[in-house]
DNA sequence: GTAGAGTCTGACATCAGTGTCAGGTTCAAG
DNA sequence: CTTGAACCTGACACTGATGTCAGACTCTAC
């Protein structure tokens, strides 16, 4: 497919996705005339790429972790050097901490609306 | 206290706390020499602020909120406008998905760093 | 009263992902 | 062929919280 159809049924703008290829996040075949073509499991990976970017992963980092994947998305499957493994538990513990303050966040909000909602 | 303290009770800059100011969310005294003076739990308002940006919330929307909340802060304690309560209700249900979102990049982490440590 | 640390305002810089525009090329349908 | 939609590259703008700097003032301790 076409960047059109992958940033459609991704919901992610087509310059995003131009940015993901610049920063090594996604590959893409190339048309004749030099038009990006991609596979159907490109879809799959944006939409993954686009949660480890609200998990709050960098770019860099993301670019590192997706060739460690085990998924089975054509990638070359490198191994994690040591020092990525520890940088990634670094950020799943951030996560961790990030998930924690979102219950609180949450329960805050729900406090506020349940206590509107008590005055109506 | 001054300001230099609560930016270290917090672990929040002194710049941000101008700044929180500025936006509305933090209020506080002034001394003869113009110097910000914060009441005891400025440091409990901080921290509930941080926890609000780490949850995607702009400044504007938990100037908003900040008022409305239970919570016994010494603020005016105004009440919830169904607009706002609608508002935030849309924030409780994006920070749900975020959490969701979340859990799988943890997991997508969790899997890398598994596959690493059995490799070694 | 003086030294030095802390604070003040205001301005500009930074980050990273995304929006947007310009000028040109490619593709698919008629 | 032609036309219009989609695509290309490259560049610049924006956002919003935060960093940083300059120059001036305040506070505390000696």
Redesign the pocket.
Known sequence: M????LAGRTG?????L???EA?GLLVSER??????EYAERAVDRVILI?EL?AAGL??KKIAQLLPCMRDPDGGPNERATPELVVELTAERDRIDRMIADLATSRAVLDDVIATAAREL
Chains 1, 2 share one sequence.
């Open positions: 076409r960047i059109g159809e992610v703008s087509v310059r995003s131009r940015y993901y920063q048309s004749t005339g030099g038009q990006r686009q970017f960098h770019s």
